[in-house]
């Protein structure tokens, strides 16, 4: 399966605690971007990274987040401190970015399911 | 924020041609129109774009008014699998935006 793949697909943790998530984009896809998705709600965009650099960030992603993509590869969010309100799916999407109409659609992973307790 | 509009939810018969509206009157010239759907539990999955003509694709085909205001996604013989989140999205294509903006869709439920 050559999708997007995000690990791992469940957590579970006690607020406080720190959590990292990874996503593995689609390996020709230079654009990575992560979202966050609550219960009855449309995903929200968190950031995006082309190759390794970070282009944007939402105002969502609060100081206690950290996003990596160091190879421009895979990425990792980092979510510190948790707290009970970062209970949410967290979805990785991958895309080709070309400066012309079409092309640039988003593959989605399955998304990390966060519970946090 | 959104910048479409969406009835909340929809029902269609099994085989049967499901069409979704989506209204979005402050689109820009440059600015596509996109429709992805989720299925329970997955993640969003594209299914066509397009900026001013008639798009079809093997999933579904793609209205788009002349005015540009307003699309409809047609899945032209629905099936159960198809019940899912659809979403209706306008952003400029190609690389000079990246994140995709998403409000509360249209859930489609595909009955026997």
């Known amino acids: 399966d050559t999708g997007v793949s995000q690990d791992p697909r469940h957590k579970i943790t006690k607020r406080g605690q720190n959590v990292t998530f990874r996503c593995d984009p689609i390996?020709?896809?230079?654009?990575l971007y992560w979202y966050r998705q609550t219960l009855g709600q449309g995903p929200e965009f968190l950031t995006y990274?082309?190759?390794?650099?970070?282009?944007?960030k939402s105002r969502l992603l609060s100081d206690r987040f950290s996003a990596e993509r160091p190879k421009g590869s895979f990425s990792t969010l980092e979510i510190q401190r948790t707290e009970q309100g970062d209970s949410a799916m967290y979805l990785c999407?991958?895309?080709?970015?070309?400066?012309?109409?079409?092309?640039?659609?988003?593959?989605f992973g399955p998304g990390t399911r966060l519970t946090v307790l | 924020d959104a910048k479409t509009t969406q009835p909340p939810s929809m029902d269609c018969a099994e085989g049967r041609a499901a069409n979704l509206p989506c209204n979005h009157s402050?689109?820009?010239?440059?600015?596509?129109v996109y429709w992805y759907r989720q299925i329970h539990s997955q993640g969003p999955q594209y299914i066509i774009h397009?900026?001013?003509n008639n798009e079809t694709n093997e999933m579904a085909s793609l209205i788009i008014t002349e005015d540009r205001k307003s699309s409809t996604l047609i899945l032209p013989h629905a099936t159960l699998r198809d019940t899912a989140v659809y979403y209706c999205?306008?952003?400029?294509?190609?690389?000079?935006?990246?994140?995709?903006?998403f409000g509360k869709g249209t859930k489609l439920s595909v009955k026997p």
């Open positions: 999407a991958s895309s080709l970015a070309e400066l012309r109409a079409s092309g640039d659609e988003q593959f």
């Open positions: 390996s020709e896809h230079n654009r």
């Open positions: 990274f082309q190759n390794e650099a970070q282009l944007e």
């Open positions: 402050t689109i820009s010239g440059n600015e596509y």
């Open positions: 397009g900026l001013k």
């Open positions: 999205i306008v952003r400029v294509a190609g690389g000079s935006q990246g994140n995709l903006i």
